[in-house]
């Protein structure tokens, strides 16, 4: 079954390369990152792992934690480790599950038959403290994933859920925002001190409001 936004993130008990991890616990009161591998040892794979734990700083900065899977045995993923910090230049630094009977795949449907029936495609699901999905993206095997544009995201996805805003086409962290329809303009008036620009009724601009 999909797990879809607003879905509560199926729970689970694993063995990582950092120890044993059950997921809810894990993540306590942050924002996480669970994101799944084709197979260890891959070229792909082992790029996106490098950028991953380069990104540490920033992943903190947001209050994000990420973990990563692959369907590969933990004694694959320890040998596999030495050869990221080699080729990438950065030691693991998050933990990476290892679900050889593939009992986190399947609760997430990583796993599309019609693209490879053992191998998990490239998932990536941003889950909330409160501990529900807000961003699902499923890239193929053959294409590494931008976690450039997963940061950004994260940005707009922490911004939007304290402010009554959204963020426009291409938006990037200090740009300006739109007003969500359901508020009035007056009520955005005493919301946004900065002030808004009324394009359209519906189409309200306004700059950035934690900035």
Not at 120 to 132: A, E, L, Y
Not at 184 to 198: H, L, N, Q, T, V
Request: hydrophobic letters at 35%; glycine letters at 6%; aromatic letters at 8%.
């Amino acid at each position: 079954m999909a797990v879809r936004l607003g879905d509560v993130a199926p729970d689970f008990e694993v063995d990582t390369t950092q120890g044993k991890v059950k997921f809810h616990d894990w993540l306590g009161s942050s924002w996480g990152v669970l994101f799944s591998h084709p197979k260890d040892f891959t070229p792909v794979c082992t790029t996106e792992l490098g950028v991953v734990a380069k990104l540490k700083p920033e992943w903190e900065k947001r209050n994000v934690k990420v973990i990563g899977l692959s369907v590969d045995p933990l004694a694959d993923h320890e040998k596999w480790k030495g050869d990221i910090e080699e080729t990438q230049g950065t030691a693991l630094n998050f933990p990476l599950i290892a679900d050889p009977d593939r009992k986190v795949s399947d609760l997430y449907d990583m796993i599309h038959p019609n693209a490879n029936d053992t191998l998990t495609v490239r998932s990536v699901f941003v889950i909330g403290p409160d501990k529900k999905v807000k961003l699902t993206i499923t890239y193929p095997a053959s294409t590494g994933r931008n976690f450039d544009e997963i940061l950004r995201v994260i940005d707009s996805l922490q911004l939007t859920a304290n402010h009554s805003v959204a963020t426009p086409v291409n938006w990037k962290d200090g740009d300006d925002c739109i007003i969500v329809p359901a508020l009035s303009d007056a009520d955005a008036e005493k919301k946004f001190p900065k002030g808004f620009k009324k394009l359209k009724p519906y189409l309200r601009i306004t700059p950035q409001p934690n900035k």
